[in-house]
């Protein structure tokens, strides 16, 4: 099991850009898939971005065009470049993570591992 920790949530007004951090706890160097997942209140969580060990990526249509997800697997670090932010983007924020495997889903019953989550808040 894979321990991951995100950072880089925070406070941002409408068009405005913060990038998201995720460091896990063990090497990553062999087959793994990453995501992103957010959850707003009231809301189901949803898929935002997904890469995998292999370099491809997988982005919702919600996101495309505004968000970047890419894998350090050195820093053992996954990142999400947020721009052009907007207030429905405003949700808590999770990674995720299933080693031993090279896949692409926004399946959030795929991925085992999970982050305890960061906040993310636009206002307009």
């Known amino acids: 099991q894979v321990q991951l920790v995100e950072s880089g949530g925070g406070s941002v007004q409408s068009e405005g850009s913060l990038k998201l951090s995720c460091t896990a706890s063990?090497?990553?160097?062999?087959?793994?898939?990453m995501a992103w997942f957010r959850q707003a209140p009231g809301k189901e969580r949803e898929g935002v971005a997904t890469?995998?060990?292999?370099?491809?990526?997988k982005y919702a249509d919600s996101v495309k065009g505004r968000f970047t997800i890419s894998l350090d697997a050195a820093k053992r670090t996954l990142y999400l470049q947020m721009s052009s932010l907007k207030p429905e983007d405003t949700a808590m924020y999770y990674c995720?993570?299933?080693?031993?495997?090279?896949?692409?889903?926004?399946?959030?019953?795929?991925?085992?591992?999970w982050g305890q989550g960061t906040q993310v808040t636009v206002s307009s």
């Open positions: 995720a993570a299933k080693t031993g495997w090279q896949f692409l889903s926004l399946n959030p019953v795929l991925y085992p591992d």
């Open positions: 063990t090497d990553i160097y062999s087959s793994v898939s």
């Open positions: 890469v995998d060990s292999s370099g491809r990526s």
